[in-house]
Each structure stands twice: as structure tokens, then as C-alpha cells.
């Protein structure tokens, strides 16, 4: 009897500490794709947390489905689907950017990737524009979203359509992110000295020699010439239109409460950062679950050999039937069994240690014992996961980030890459049995690995549920926000303090200059006069 009274006031500090965030309403402008699969992580959990989740999609949606236990959607009519969101259009800008690569390392091939990049850019975010004006002149939809009175705005800004939303809504924001229009979202908001931060496409390590370093400066002036010139000004036709001309993108950006960042420094560089960035990579990371029947028959029939996980990913699942001839072959002759995501052709060479399948339950296949590798088109979902379950990776880049993020595991010794563009039968083979030779550390540097990731005071996906709580009790968070982003460009790199300074040390420079003539002067004619009285 004597615990009740503890016992209540235990029930009802909890139910009190549990009110003050329960019921939130949250509204989500999701990017499609594979950065829907994280995204909609963060939306379950915070539906499960008790919070009301409305996604804006929009009609020609892949990914982002209209109904779901988890949220309710609003859905926008719109004509023409992003490219990004077409199955045919990611198979041929593939195609075509891995002809580029094949010329790999001429001034043609690099002119030819960025237009190629460019133009697919540009594409896409007109599009995306087009949308946020659908939204703002739907004025029944925007009485709508003011009426509902949000608590917070959770959008991924690789394309700021949401961030454009969010202002004219006027709502407090976070980010679910890693790239902006023009990179690394860090680039937007903390110092990135180019000589130790390799720049995206550029393919180098934090370790860079002169000539890198000099490469690296002209990887960067691509995307700064991307953002102003290909990315950013359809953007900011809408910001002109509807906010007045005196408000910039890259501000409005600049300007969120919180960025819930996707990255972990055991696998990306570490860097200089801002106290309003909150780190959750591997936030998808979660133990196995056992497997189907037939695949876990399947698996366990691979014997000591073990297996081989083979995906390129959601986007890119058809890569034509040369490689798919030549990655069959290559696996009919090793002893390991192998499970490969593919839904082209089925290869002629197939092997019977090799089982297709459409998909794939990949974090339970990563977790599972006998997994000896991860062969992957280098996407983060599934880097993270490999890392969490120490499963090393052979990377098979093809486009976007992939090669930059392979260079990276590379340097942490847990992976190796193949290049696509001179792939044949007997590297391909070579370099999986070079892999998967026990002799070789991957595998204990990835289990490494996987302990220092899994070694912190609170999970990615708590702390990034803290966070967006956080926001949503205080309205914000604008007291961990820098005030560099309303600094004009000379002040923020500190040129008008230089110029005064210069000012000031020039003006005594010529005050002792004159002193010193003045001086000078006066000496040579006292003199003059002292010898003048001398000689009289
Ligand atoms: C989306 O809505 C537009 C405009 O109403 C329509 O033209 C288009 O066919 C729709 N697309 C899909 C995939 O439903
Ligand atoms: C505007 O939004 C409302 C509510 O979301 C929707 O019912 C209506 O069809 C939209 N109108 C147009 C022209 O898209
Ligand atoms: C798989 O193929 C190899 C060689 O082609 C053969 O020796 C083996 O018996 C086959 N295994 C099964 C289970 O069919």
C-alpha cells in the first residue's frame, strides 16, 4: 500500500512529461525515391510516438503513397512527373552517364557529365517549382494548411520545394537531409575549407596532394556555377514571385531551425559543423528479423562458403544485359552462394549458387550470419545498414554521390570498388574472391567499424525524434542558428574589417611617412641654417 502514493506521482510526472509533446501536428514535403525510404522512417516513428503526420505528395508519385496507417495525405495534381520519379528516365540518364565514364578523365568527359548532370537538373527543378506555385495559387488548399495550424515542417532539401512551403506557410522547420541543390548540405552553413573536404564528384579522400587540391577547387566551381546557374533560379523566380526580391533561396535554406543530418563520421570525414545540426546517420539501422522459408533454406545451403547480398538500389535496377551477363558469370564461378536484386533479363550465364529475386529484405539479409559481403551500387540506405551489421562492401558506383561515398568506406579499410565502365568476367571474379578471402581485414575493420557506430548515449533515430520534438515545443530553435546566413558576402568573409583596417594602416603609414618628411626636413634646415651662421 505504502508504494501507491510514489507509484502516482511517478504515473503522473510521466504522463505529464509525456504530454507536453504528444499530438503534435506535423506536416512532411517528401522528396521521392530513395530519399522517401528514410523520410518515411522519421514519419513512422513519429506516428507511432503519437503525432499527426500530413504528407503534401504530389499526384504523379512513385513512391509516396496516398494511403497509409501512418499518415493522411494531401495530394497535388500535377502534369508532368519529375524525372527522378520515372523508371524509364533513371535507366537512360544511367545509360548514359556510364558512356561518359568510359572516356573517364578527359576535359570531354567532364564537360559531358555536367551537362549531362545540367541538364537533368534543371528538368527536375523546374518541375518541382512548378508544383510549389500549384500550391500557392490553390488558395481553398492553402486556407487548408494554415487552418490546420502545423507545430513543425519536416522536409528534405536536395529539392527546397518544401523549404519554399514552409516560409510562405511560415512554419518552424527541420531538415530530413545530406545534399542541398549544390552538395554537401554543410557547405550551406559552416566553414568547408576545400583543402581537407573533398568536394562531390571529385572522388578524393580528406587526404589530398597539391594537384588533387587544385581539381578539388575546380569540382567545386562546377556546382557553385550549378546552383546560380542551372539549379537555384527556378527556385527563386517562385521566392521573386511571391516573397519580394530581396529574399534569396540559399536564406530561406539557411534560415531552418534544425537540420537532421544523415551522416555519421565513422563513415563521412569529419568536418567543421554548426550546434543546430543533429547527426543521424544510421538512423535506419535496426537488429535482423529471420527470413522467408525459401531464402533462409537457400542461405543456409551455402555451407561454410557463405553469402553474397547483390542490389543496385531502388532507382537503378536495370543496368542492361552486357553487365548483367558479365556479374553472372563472374558469380557462377566462386563457391559462395549469392542473392541478387534484379528485375532485367534473366542472364543466360546464371549460375545455380545464384537466386534472383525482385526484392529483397536487405536488412535482414545483412544481419543474417552467414553474410559474408554486400555487393551495392554504394547508396547510403544500405551502406548504413552494412555498417551496422559489419558486413563489408564491394561497390559497384554507377551515378550521383555513389562513387564519393565507396571512396569513403574505402578509406576506413572496409571496402573496395569495381570500376562498372571496364568491367569483364575475369575481374569481376578475381576481385570477389580477393574480397571475400578471409585472409584480408574487411571484414574485422567493418566490425570495427560497426562498434564505434553503435557506440554513442542515445540512438540516431531517438535523437533525431528528441529533436523534432524539441522544435515543436519551442517553436523552433533559433537560438542554435548562426547569423552568418543574413551577413552580406564581404562581411561574412570579413573584407569590410579588413578594408578598414587597411584604411587605418595605410592612413599611418603616410601620417609617419609625413612626420618623418616633416622631420627630416626641419633637420636638413636647421642644419642648412646652423652651417649658413657657421660660415658667416
Ligand atoms: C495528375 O493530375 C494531372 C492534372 O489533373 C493529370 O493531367 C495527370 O494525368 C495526373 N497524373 C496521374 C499519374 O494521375
Ligand atoms: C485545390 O485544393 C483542394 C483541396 O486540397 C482540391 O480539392 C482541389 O481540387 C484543388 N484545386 C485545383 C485546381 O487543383
Ligand atoms: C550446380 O552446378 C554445378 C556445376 O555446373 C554442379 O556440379 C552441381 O551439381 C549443381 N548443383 C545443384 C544443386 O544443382
Not at 519536416?154 to 506557410?169: E, I, K, Q
Not at 567543421?272 to 542461405?299: C, H, R, W
Not at 542490389?311 to 537503378?316: P, S
Not at 558479365?326 to 543466360?348: E, M, T, Y
Request: charged residues 20%; aromatic residues 12%.
Amino acid at each position: 500500500m505504502g508504494s501507491y502514493p510514489a507509484l502516482a506521482v511517478i504515473l503522473l510526472f510521466s504522463a505529464t512529461l509525456f504530454s507536453r509533446c504528444n499530438g503534435g501536428k506535423v506536416l512532411v514535403y517528401p522528396v521521392d525515391g530513395s530519399h522517401w525510404l528514410n523520410m518515411k522512417i522519421l514519419v513512422e516513428e513519429l506516428h507511432s510516438r503519437g503525432h499527426e503526420i500530413t504528407v503534401l505528395r504530389s499526384n504523379t508519385s512513385w513512391y509516396v503513397s496516398e494511403f497509409s496507417p501512418h499518415y493522411s495525405s494531401i495530394t497535388v495534381p500535377q502534369e508532368q512527373a519529375q524525372n527522378l520519379e520515372s523508371q524509364s528516365f533513371m535507366t537512360n540518364f544511367l545509360k548514359r552517364s556510364l558512356e561518359i565514364n568510359q572516356n573517364k578523365g578527359s576535359l570531354w568527359a567532364f564537360l559531358d557529365f555536367y551537362n549531362h548532370l545540367f541538364t537533368m537538373m534543371y528538368e527536375n527543378q523546374r518541375i518541382v517549382a512548378k508544383l510549389v506555385i500549384d500550391i500557392f495559387e490553390n488558395k481553398t488548399m492553402v486556407e487548408e494548411l494554415k487552418k490546420t495550424r502545423y507545430d513543425v515542417f519536416l522536409t528534405d532539401p536536395v529539392f527546397p520545394g518544401g523549404v519554399l512551403v514552409a516560409h510562405y506557410l511560415q512554419l518552424p522547420l527541420v531538415f530530413n537531409v545530406r545534399w542541398i541543390l549544390n552538395g554537401d548540405a554543410h557547405f550551406a552553413f559552416a566553414p568547408s575549407p576545400l583543402s581537407y573536404i573533398p568536394q562531390l564528384f571529385s572522388s578524393y579522400s580528406d587526404k589530398m596532394d597539391i594537384f588533387q587540391r587544385i581539381n578539388n577547387i575546380v569540382y567545386h566551381s562546377a556546382l557553385v556555377y550549378m546552383y546560380y546557374y542551372v539549379a537555384s533560379p527556378p527556385y527563386q523566380a517562385v521566392c521573386d514571385k511571391y516573397f519580394g526580391k530581396d529574399v534569396d533561396l540559399m536564406s530561406l535554406m539557411q534560415g531552418a531551425d534544425l537540420w537532421l543530418m544523415r551522416v555519421d563520421f565513422i563513415f563521412e570525414f569529419p568536418r567543421p559543423t554548426m550546434p543546430n545540426v543533429i547527426y543521424i546517420g544510421g538512423f535506419q539501422g535496426k537488429p535482423a528479423k529471420s527470413l522467408p522459408k525459401d531464402l533462409e533454406e537457400f542461405v543456409q545451403s551455402s555451407g561454410e562458403h557463405g553469402v553474397v547480398i547483390m542490389t543496385l538500389g531502388t532507382l537503378l535496377n536495370d543496368i542492361g544485359p552486357e553487365l548483367s551477363e558479365i556479374i553472372a558469370s563472374a558469380f557462377a564461378n566462386l563457391p559462395q552462394k549469392f542473392v541478387w536484386r534484379h528485375n532485367g533479363k534473366r542472364p543466360d550465364t546464371l549460375g545455380n549458387n545464384t537466386m534472383l529475386v525482385e526484392w529483397l529484405p536487405q536488412n535482414d539479409l545483412l544481419g543474417h550470419p552467414k553474410t559474408k559481403a554486400f555487393m551495392t551500387h554504394g547508396g547510403t540506405n544500405g551502406i548504413y545498414e552494412a555498417i551496422y551489421h559489419g558486413v563489408p562492401v564491394l561497390g559497384m558506383p554507377l551515378i550521383f554521390d555513389q562513387y564519393d561515398n565507396m571512396v569513403r568506406l574505402r578509406a576506413r579499410g572496409v571496402a573496395e570498388i569495381v570500376e562498372v565502365t571496364t568491367l569483364d568476367v575475369d575481374t569481376l571474379t578475381s576481385a570477389l574472391k580477393n574480397f571475400l578471402d578471409p585472409k584480408n581485414p574487411y571484414k574485422q575493420n567493418m566490425m570495427k567499424l560497426s562498434e564505434l557506430h553503435q557506440d554513442k548515449p542515445m540512438k540516431p533515430l531517438e535523437s533525431a525524434m528528441f529533436w523534432v520534438e524539441f522544435v515543436m515545443r519551442h517553436k523552433g530553435a533559433a537560438h542554435l542558428r548562426t547569423e552568418s546566413y543574413k551577413m552580406p558576402w564581404y562581411a561574412y568573409h570579413g573584407l569590410d574589417v579588413m578594408a578598414v583596417f587597411g584604411a587605418f594602416g595605410l592612413l599611418i603609414v603616410t601620417l609617419v611617412w609625413a612626420f618623418c618628411k616633416c622631420l627630416i626636413g626641419r633637420f636638413v634646415s636647421t642644419k642648412i641654417s646652423k652651417n649658413k651662421s657657421k660660415s658667416e
